[in-house]
């Protein structure tokens, strides 16, 4: 057995796919191994904590616009 080989894809990973997914440009290597070694579970709250970070950048880019125009 490879102990060097850690299962699941990790936090970063899981962020990092969801925003490739987002924006369209998920490679297929990282997507089957997002298939393969990944929990949906972590999937799911990554693209939930990239959509609210999405919100809220609109949000505050919105509110800047707004305050710059009066």
Same mark, same amino acid.
Not at 1 to 7: A, D, Y
Not at 14 to 32: D, E, F, H, P, Y
């Given at each position: 057995?490879?102990? +060097?080989?850690?299962?699941?894809?990790?936090?970063?990973? $899981? !962020?990092?796919? @969801?925003? $490739? @997914?987002?924006?369209? %440009?998920?490679? $297929?290597?990282?997507?089957?191994?997002? /298939?393969?070694?990944?929990?949906? #579970?972590?999937? %799911? !709250?990554?693209? #939930? %904590?990239?959509?609210?970070? /999405?919100?809220? !950048?609109? !949000?505050? @880019? %919105?509110?800047?616009?707004? @305050? $710059? +125009?009066?």
């Amino acid at each position: 057995m490879n102990k +060097n080989r850690r299962s699941g894809t990790g936090v970063f990973n $899981s !962020i990092k796919s @969801a925003l $490739s @997914a987002a924006i369209g %440009v998920q490679s $297929s290597t990282n997507r089957q191994r997002d /298939f393969e070694q990944g929990s949906p #579970l972590q999937f %799911v !709250i990554a693209g #939930l %904590v990239v959509t609210l970070m /999405f919100i809220g !950048i609109v !949000i505050m @880019a %919105v509110q800047w616009m707004i @305050a $710059s +125009n009066t």
